[in-house]
């Protein structure tokens, strides 16, 4: 049996939404269900963009920060001496 795209968007929305920040309880799964719900009766071209799209519109997102690449290169670390 296929999974139903609906479920695959609720699932991507609410997953989505944790990995920003937001605490997930009662109010935001149901806000995560109008947001797909309206989806589907938009019958937009790209269903789950349009999802993501009212998502960014609807929830106040923190900014995406870049993680550091690795830790800062201290000479002494690598054996070097003073010369």
Known sequence: ????RA???????????QWTGVNIDAGVERQALRIVAEALEADAPDFFQACMEMVKERFELL??????????????SIGYGTH
Do not use: F
């Open 1 to 4: 049996m296929q999974p139903i």
């Open 7 to 17: 479920e695959i968007a609720l699932a991507r929305v609410l997953a989505y939404l």
């Open 63 to 76: 900014p995406a920060g870049v993680p550091v690449p690795a830790p800062p290169i201290c000479r002494g």
